[in-house]
């Protein structure tokens, strides 16, 4: 089964920052991956596919990019309604195994 | 719009059966592949199992492998999740969500909101 391990898994921010998270896969998954968000009780939300296409109606200020075992989830400027639990995915076999996902607090 | 109806979650002893469904609306349900996804309180999320357009192709993750078997009624638009043999560690809450592309999609673009099975005596 493929790994996924995310980095950093907790992240304190201001509004306004630019953020990034990691994700690395323990072998390569071409471009397989996909990013949601997820804010409590809430189910989670397809922001990236494809490593780095941006799901119909998500912000443009998300962007990802990466192919083979790493890749990146940038917010380019943190909004409020951006303080989440962001999670990878990959899709290049199954189990699509999760990352462990990053939380964005609030710094 | 597109929407996924999870429900059948509840309290159940270790070592029983309980039976998800999820009734899907406002897309061709019969094109697209069909996941289950759970998260334990607290925890990440899980994928547990898939479901090919028309039920003919299935994995599961190795944790529900043999105890766990989803399907689907595409006459019904709906999709279940049969599990047996269920243990404390199931306890969760469980998603549908659809396959972005048809079967073996690079994401899952619909989720329900979900259905809480607690496995507890």
């Known amino acids: 089964d493929i790994q996924l391990t995310q980095s950093p898994s907790f992240l304190s921010a201001s509004v306004g920052d630019r953020v990034t998270i990691t994700c690395r896969a323990s072998q390569g998954i071409s471009s397989y991956l996909a990013w949601y968000q997820q804010k409590p009780g809430k189910a989670p939300k397809l922001l990236i596919y494809a490593a780095s296409t941006l799901q119909s109606g998500v912000p443009s200020r998300f962007s990802g990019s990466g192919s083979g075992t790493e890749f990146t989830l940038t917010i380019s400027s943190l909004q409020p309604e951006d303080f989440a639990t962001y999670y990878c995915q990959q899709l290049n076999s199954s189990p699509r195994t999760f990352g462990p996902g990053t939380k964005v607090d609030i710094k | 719009q597109v929407q996924l109806v999870e429900s059948g979650g509840g309290v159940v002893q270790p070592g029983r059966s309980l039976r998800l469904s999820c009734a899907a609306s406002?897309?061709?349900?019969?094109?697209?592949?069909m996941h289950w996804v759970r998260q334990a309180p607290g925890k990440g999320l899980e994928w547990v199992a898939v479901i090919s357009y028309d039920g003919s192709d299935n994995y599961y993750s190795d944790s529900v492998k043999g105890r766990f078997t989803i399907s689907r009624d595409n006459s019904k638009n709906t999709l279940y999740l049969q599990m047996n043999s269920l243990r404390a560690e199931d306890t969760a809450v469980y998603y549908c969500?659809?396959?972005?592309?048809?079967?073996?999609?690079?994401?899952?673009?619909?989720w329900g909101q979900g259905t809480l099975v607690t496995v507890s005596s």
């Open positions: 969500a659809k396959d972005l592309y048809g079967y073996d999609g690079p994401g899952f673009d619909y």
């Open positions: 406002g897309f061709t349900f019969s094109s697209y592949g």
